[in-house]
Structure formats: structure tokens, C-alpha cells
């Protein structure tokens, strides 16, 4: 038996980022992405329970900056695999449930040691499989590290939980026990952190999973996954499955023994998952659960009195931090018809700096994920041209090696109900919106159907305590960037048709994963009856 405990445990720390700018750091970055680079295009299978499978259909990843590089070869899990992915959870749960929590602990703390001792490779299977720069890299695989300690500590203190009050006469306890088997389905654009930590908080509660990682990047999952394995994952615990949404994914949904579905990713997908968890399959005895994180149309507000020129940083690294990927980047910005001018010029500026390239040789702006992002991000552009005034990019860039690339793109006078300021691009693109009053932005910034996150910068108190009372976001930022959640002190998750507000990084987040079994127990019950019973007896 451990002896793991929240009292042996260092306080939770986020996990510092790397500097490129030293010699050390840029020479490890290299070897790592060298070292990649030599494992480029090995096949990946599924893994049931522990068994290897090999299926004729495959998935093939490759590299956005360069699309004819293959990044790894995957085994296509179909409808036909889900009934063996869901067997051998089901088989593993009954165990891994029963298991101490603080193994489940122990599992986790030894896979953050070993993702902090291979950093700099996992950066650079970021960098060929998704398309991040160095520092993009890092901040996802230093979120990965962030959840697996911070959940360890967290499954600690929610098994350490106590009954409000002790009942007179009673031992009252209150015990989070795991859900069951669930889907955990992962995005692209954070494709260690978002998928690592569903799939540990799942886990380190009790529960058992089938991860589909997406088409986009399998490669990553896969590596976390034999990482697991290495850390010493029991077989079953974590099923991997490669496959496609409309098919493998569906079918994961439907089936009547899915306790929950995990999900990060577009609202259309989202929504189509909530409703069929909610029809209940012939032998479901439960309602399933689901956990939903689905997008925004971030703003950030600049109000006349702020610093402009902190603004103007703020929005340019919100908008086009890894090329506007982020659901939580900022794709409007409401500027205060008195510096309005001001700011685009600065602003324009500030984004024409962005140097556009091979994120693997550090530029700031790298590929867009995939042709079909492209041809949408560019199809956008052509909608802003009618829209707006162009002040900034709004062009493809052709490379030789065909790099899904486009210019970080800004557009001005865009109208509030504009499709460029409603509709969810995914992509380096920001529509800046003109606003006379404080009124009026804080309007336009709730008009939206999403609710993820959102920023002001403002030197008023004033504004900064209405923009907490009426700017109606599940993440707001104040005189900062809307991008950067740093788990613990962040808890992330929005409101609206962003999803479910799940909190993922907070103290919060283990509930998702569990159900609350409360026990009561009369104290001094048994041993009077007994008493009484031998005294009737002459004993």
C-alpha cells in the first residue's frame, strides 16, 4: 500500500515555461526535434485491453507546415471495434474502480516525472504533428504536466471529503465514487494537455476510457498513451482508438454502457453528442453524462483609458497566438471610438511584425492545421472583404513545401452582427468592431451566442467591477490576454453554447467524473443489541 498523501505532497506549482532564448534550451529543442524526426511515419495499432490490433483502414497524420511529410501511420477503429473497446474497459473497470485512490495517485505522479525528463521531444511531436512553435509547444506540454499533478492532488482531497456534520448517533460519510466507462474525445488544438487531462481525471476517479484522439493529431495521443503504459497502466484502463467522429465516435456515444462523454471541440459536434447521450439505449439503466467544452468568439474590450500600447499586445498575441487556434482566442475587438484610430495603427503595426514560417524553425505564425481549415480560414477572408476594411494581412502564403499558411489577418469597421464577428473562424483572423460607449461594448461583447472567455483593459475600477458583474463569459481577464489559462489559478470552461462551463483545471473538475455515495452507519446499534440479548439469555 502507498503512503502518498496530500500532507507528503509538494504544494501544487504550475510548472515553469521554457526560455528558447538560452543557448541550453535552443541546442535541447533541436536534438529533440532531430530525434523526432527519425521516428516520422511509424504505424501505430489500437490497443484493447492491452491487445495490439492492426486494421486495414488507417489514418494518416501529417505535418501542416509541410503536408507530403507523414507524421505516423494509425489503425482505423471503426463501429465494428466499439464492442471490444467497451468490453475490456468494462472488464478493467472492475478492478481499477476497487483500486486505491492512492495508486491511481501514484500512476499520475510518475507520468508527470517522465513527461518533465522527455520534455523537449513531446514539444517537438507537437511542433511536426500540429504545427505549434517552440513556445506554443511548451506551454502545452507544461499544461499536461499542470493536470496530471494538479488531479493527483485533487483525487487526494476529494477522497479525504467529509459530511457537512456528524449526525447525533451516526458515523456519517460521504465517499465520490467512479461513474463507469467513458469516451474521452479530445481536440487537435491542445492535442497533449486537453486530451492527457480528460483522460486523467477520468481515470485517477476510478473510471475506465476509450480515447479517440483526433484525426488530426493521433500521433501525440499514441505517444502519450505507450507513456502510460511505461508509467505502469493496468491493460483496459485506457483503450486507444483511433477513428473517425461519424463513425467509431457515434457509435462510443450510442452505446448503452457509456457512462459519460468527455468532449473538447466544435459546437456543431458538441451539440450533436449532447443529444444522443440524452436518448436512452434499450439496457441503459443510468443517464449519461456529458462534459462539453465547444468554442467561442472571444472579445476583448480597450477602453480610452487604458495603457493603448499594453492593449495592442494583448489583442495581437490573444488573436494570433498559434495562428488563432484557441478557443479561448480573441477574434473582436470592441476599441473605444476615441482612440479607435489610434489603436489601429498600432495595432497594424504590431501584427505586420508577425514573421510567418516553419514553426519548427521558431517563427512566431505557423500553418493552420489542415487543407480543409485552410480553405475555410481563407473563405472567411473573402466574407471579411465584404464586411470590413482589410487593414492588415488576408492573403494565403505560398512556401515550397506547400505549408498550410495564411497572413495574420485584421480587419476593421466590422458591423457587431457581421458573420466575421458571430461566427467561429478557427483561424488568424480578428475583426475589430468601433464602440461609443461603454454601454454599447459590453453589449456587443454578451451578443454572441457563445460565453468562453473575454478580456478588458481599462484603468477605471469602475468598469473592471461592471465588466465582473456583466460580461457574461465563463473566463474573464482583466488588463490581460484572454488566452493563456494556467490550471489552479484559472479554472476553464464557458458559458452559452461554449458548453458545459466544466471548470477543467479547477477544484471542481473531479466531480464531472464521479457520482456521491453518502453512508450512514448507527453508531452503538449492534453491540446494545447484542447486550440485550445476552442478558436475556442469563450470559
Known amino acids: 500500500m502507498t503512503n502518498v498523501t496530500l500532507t507528503s505532497l509538494p504544494p501544487f506549482q504550475n510548472e515553469e515555461f521554457l526560455d528558447f532564448s538560452t543557448a541550453d534550451n535552443k541546442r535541447a529543442m533541436e536534438v529533440a526535434l532531430a530525434l523526432v524526426k527519425s521516428q516520422l511515419g511509424k504505424e501505430y495499432d489500437l490497443v484493447l485491453g492491452g491487445k495490439r490490433i492492426s486494421t486495414e483502414g488507417k489514418i494518416v497524420s501529417t505535418n501542416p507546415a509541410r503536408p507530403a511529410e507523414v507524421i505516423g501511420v494509425h489503425s482505423r477503429a471503426g463501429a465494428e471495434h466499439v464492442a471490444g473497446a467497451m468490453a475490456a474497459a468494462q472488464a478493467a473497470f472492475a478492478t481499477w474502480s476497487r483500486t486505491p485512490v492512492q495508486e491511481r495517485v501514484e500512476l499520475l505522479l510518475r507520468a508527470s516525472k517522465m513527461i518533465r525528463e522527455r520534455r523537449f521531444e513531446f514539444c517537438a511531436w507537437l511542433t511536426v504533428e500540429v504545427g505549434k512553435n517552440w513556445a506554443e509547444a511548451d506551454a502545452d506540454v507544461g499544461e499536461t504536466i499542470d493536470f496530471l499533478e494538479f488531479y493527483a492532488r485533487e483525487a487526494l482531497r476529494l477522497d479525504g471529503a467529509t459530511t457537512p456534520i456528524q449526525f447525533p448517533g451516526e458515523r456519517n460519510q460521504l465517499r465520490y465514487i467512479p461513474l463507469g466507462v467513458g469516451a474521452v474525445i479530445p481536440p487537435w488544438n491542445f492535442p497533449f494537455a486537453i486530451m492527457a487531462g480528460m483522460t486523467v481525471a477520468a481515470i485517477v476517479c476510478g ?86 467544452e465547444m468554442g467561442g468568439k472571444d472579445t476583448i474590450i480597450v477602453e480610452a483609458d487604458c495603457d493603448l500600447d499594453w492593449a495592442v499586445e494583448g489583442v495581437a498575441a490573444s488573436a494570433f497566438g498559434f495562428n488563432g487556434q484557441k478557443c479561448s482566442a480573441c477574434s473582436r475587438a470592441i476599441v473605444d471610438a476615441s482612440v479607435y484610430d489610434t489603436f489601429l495603427d498600432k495595432l497594424q503595426a504590431r501584427v505586420a511584425k508577425i514573421k510567418v514560417g516553419d514553426p519548427a524553425e521558431n517563427f512566431a505564425a505557423g500553418p493552420v492545421i489542415s487543407s480543409r481549415s485552410y480553405a475555410k480560414v481563407l473563405e472567411y477572408i473573402a466574407i471579411g472583404k465584404g464586411e470590413g476594411r482589410l487593414l492588415q494581412g488576408g492573403a494565403a502564403v505560398e512556401t515550397a513545401d506547400g505549408g498550410y499558411y495564411v497572413e495574420p489577418t485584421v480587419f476593421a469597421d466590422v458591423l457587431p452582427t457581421a458573420r466575421l464577428a458571430q461566427e467561429e473562424i478557427f483561424g488568424p483572423v480578428l475583426a475589430v468592431i468601433k464602440s461609443q460607449s461603454f454601454d454599447e461594448a459590453l453589449a456587443i461583447a454578451n451578443n454572441t451566442e457563445y460565453g468562453l472567455t473575454g478580456a478588458i483593459y481599462s484603468s477605471s475600477r469602475e468598469k473592471l467591477d461592471r465588466a465582473k458583474e456583466e460580461f457574461h463569459v465563463g473566463n474573464l481577464y482583466l488588463n490581460r490576454k484572454c488566452t493563456g489559462a494556467m490550471v489552479g489559478a484559472h479554472p476553464f470552461g464557458g458559458f452559452n453554447m461554449s458548453g458545459t462551463d466544466s471548470k477543467a483545471g479547477g477544484p471542481d473538475y473531479l466531480l464531472l467524473f464521479t457520482q456521491a455515495k453518502s453512508v450512514a452507519e448507527k453508531v452503538g446499534h449492534a453491540s446494545a443489541k447484542a447486550e440485550a440479548q445476552e442478558d436475556r439469555m442469563g450470559m
Open 207 to 292: 473510471n475506465t476510457v476509450i480515447l479517440k484522439p483526433s484525426v488530426d493529431a493521433p500521433t501525440i495521443a499514441a505517444r502519450f498513451f505507450s507513456l502510460l503504459e511505461e508509467a505502469g497502466l493496468p491493460d483496459g484502463v485506457v483503450n486507444l482508438c483511433q477513428g473517425e467522429g461519424p463513425e467509431f465516435g457515434s457509435a462510443v456515444v450510442a452505446h448503452p454502457q457509456t457512462r459519460f462523454i468527455a468532449f473538447t471541440g466544435s459546437k456543431a459536434v458538441g451539440l450533436q453528442i449532447h443529444e444522443a447521450a440524452a436518448k436512452t439505449q434499450p439496457g441503459q439503466i443510468f443517464i449519461k453524462r456529458t462534459i462539453l
